[in-house]
């Protein structure tokens, strides 16, 4: 099963809450103000970023 993660980068306020919670890694945002996803491949579609205060994160798949 593979997954896609969508990130709103408008709506992202830089809090790094996805970031410290995906417990596979997939999401950083290293010295930047925004998440992004750094590797979809480790990504198994738990769904614990989506709890993104800002609701900026979508996951695709099922
Ligand atoms: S949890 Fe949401 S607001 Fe926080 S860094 Fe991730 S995408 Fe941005
Ligand atoms: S769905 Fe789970 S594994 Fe995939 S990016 Fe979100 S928190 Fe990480």
Redesign the pocket.
């Known amino acids: 099963m593979s997954y896609d993660v969508l990130?709103d980068k408008y709506?992202?306020?830089?809090?790094?809450?996805?970031?410290v919670k995906c417990p596979t890694e997939v999401?950083d945002?290293r010295n930047e103000s925004?998440?992004f996803v750094s590797n979809i491949d480790k990504c198994i579609g738990c769904r614990i970023?989506e709890q993104?205060?800002?609701d900026?994160?979508t996951v695709i798949g099922e």
């Open positions: 990130i709506l992202c306020i830089g809090c790094r809450f996805c970031a999401l945002l925004v998440a970023c993104c205060p800002e900026a994160i």
